[in-house]
């Protein structure tokens, strides 16, 4: 009990620790990609005047960065991607209670630019969900391979303390032996070398025992023997 308990809290303060150490690796996953994301818009978007179609350009750069993971981009007042976004992260998405406990909000940044003197923006939203999926994913799988081994070792130390202990129950039974009478009961020395020096031991008692009860026979014999002479 003792040894599965401590296997159970080890476990417990691991997955802890893992659950504690996400929120940073979630903030830090999600500032990187809204800051590339944005440099990455930041650079291309000048480019725009120069094309023969500025929007079409745009529309498709908008609809190429939608296949992000980890973020999404849309045009101000566009919606579509990013809710498709959020709906494929949805399918993957932990439990609410992690989601809360790590990375409750959504990162929306607005960068504005402009299209032959139009103004316009562009939404940078970032999808931690993804990121998240991937820590509760790795979270689940190292609970159950942690899990499979706490079991594995507790069944093999049961096995092991099994055997080492099993002379015990000859040596009990042998015990009862020799209080019965018995005195030529031996017990086979086994198990830990403890264990095994006890067997030799409670074998040598039986045998001085087994000699005295002898001897006590014999002067009792020879005593009738002479009380019978006299």
């Known amino acids: 009990l003792l040894l599965a308990l401590g ?3 080890g476990l417990a303060i691991n997955i802890a620790r893992l659950v504690v150490e996400a929120a940073p690796c979630v903030r830090a996953e999600d500032q990187s990609v809204i800051r590339l994301a944005r440099e990455f818009v930041e650079t291309i978007v000048p480019g725009l005047n120069e094309a023969p179609d500025p929007e079409a350009r745009l529309n498709q750069i908008v609809h190429d960065l939608s296949r ?31 989601v809360a406990l790590v990375h409750p909000e959504t990162t929306t940044v607005s960068v504005p630019i402009t299209i032959h003197g139009k103004p316009q923006s562009l939404l940078i939203t970032s999808h931690p969900n993804d990121e998240m ?7 689940v799988t190292q609970l159950a391979v942690s899990s499979a081994l706490a079991i594995a070792l507790f069944l093999v130390t049961i096995v092991v303390v ?20 018995h005195y030529g ?5 086994g198990g830990t070398p403890e264990l095994a020096a006890i067997c030799a031991k409670l074998n040598h008692l039986a045998g001085a025992l087994g000699e005295a009860v002898e001897d006590k026979r014999r002067l ?5 023997s002479l009380e019978d002479m006299e």
Do not use: C, K, Y
Not at 72 to 91: F, K, M, N, P, Y
Not at 185 to 189: A, F, G, L, M
Not at 220 to 224: D, F, G, L, S
């Open 68 to 98: 992000l993971r980890h973020v999404s981009i849309t045009r101000l007042g566009d919606a579509t991607v990013a809710e498709h976004s959020g709906d494929v992260a949805g399918e993957r998405s932990p439990p609410a209670w992690f």
């Open 220 to 224: 009792a014999e020879r005593t009738v």
């Open 162 to 181: 099994g055997r080492a202990l099993a002379p015990l129950q000859a040596l009990s039974q042998t015990m009862a032996n020799i209080e019965a009478g």
């Open 7 to 9: 296997l159970t809290l």
């Open 185 to 189: 009961s031996r017990v086979e020395p």
């Open 133 to 139: 999926a991937e820590i509760w994913d790795g979270i």
